[in-house]
């Protein structure tokens, strides 16, 4: 069992917020996007290629969920960063018992033409302190890299800081050269792209 590279998650307190220091940082203009009423979250999407961006965060015109919702936005606090990224896997359940523990029972969702497959942690943290992936499994050909327009920005590096910087390697089964785990004091995650205007880089 293999992972790959989906996207990459920035959390914020209101999609506004988070897609208008997106679009400061980097230069672009999001597109896309919708509503999951079963998280009662919200987000916008930027793409990068063979991967996205994805701002996400509470909908307040959502009825709150009885569970706690994916990349614990609910505990979620301060300006927008990048918390979360994501994996793709052709076989859930395989990926789920190759995992480490605590990432979840898998949830079927649909937005529009998309349907896929989610885990989620019972309490809505990912393993490592949310350095682990979240893990999704498409169930449609239909990607969303390939409804957003051209941004001209592409993904050159995902660093992600943990204290079991050691640890977490050995749990990912993941071959990516753009994933880079690095030893830190705790759980931080930074991303390095190429843009028109040169290197920008969100934390």
């Keep these: 069992m293999s992972l790959a590279f989906d996207h ?3 959390s914020a307190r209101t999609l506004e917020e988070g897609v208008d220091w997106v679009e400061q940082a980097l230069g672009v203009t999001m597109a896309g996007g919708g509503q999951h009423p079963l998280m009662a979250t919200h987000n916008r999407l930027l793409g990068l290629g063979d991967l996205y961006l994805e701002v996400i965060a509470i909908d307040p015109t959502g009825t709150p969920p009885a569970h706690p919702r994916w990349f614990d936005l609910d505990r ?3 300006p927008p960063r990048l918390t979360n990224w994501v994996a793709r896997t052709d076989d859930m359940d395989a990926a789920l018992n190759a995992s480490p523990k605590g990432c979840g029972q898998p949830l079927s969702l649909a937005r529009g033409d998309y349907r896929w497959k989610m885990a989620v942690p019972p309490d809505g943290i990912l393993p490592f302190d949310g350095a682990y992936p979240a893990m999704i499994e498409w169930q ?5 890299t ?3 327009p051209e941004s001209g920005l592409r993904l050159k590096c995902l660093t992600i800081e943990h204290p079991q910087a050691a640890a977490l ?3 990912l089964a993941l071959n990516d050269p753009r994933v880079k785990i690095v030893q830190g004091p705790h759980k ?3 991303a390095r792209f190429e843009t028109p205007q040169g290197e920008r880089t969100l934390r």
Excluded: N
Aim: cysteine-free; aromatic content about 4%.
């Design 8 to 10: 990459i998650a920035v």
């Design 76 to 78: 979620f606090t301060g």
């Design 140 to 144: 449609t050909p239909l990607h969303p």
């Design 169 to 171: 390697k050995i749990a």
């Design 146 to 148: 390939q409804a957003l």
């Design 188 to 190: 931080a995650l930074s």
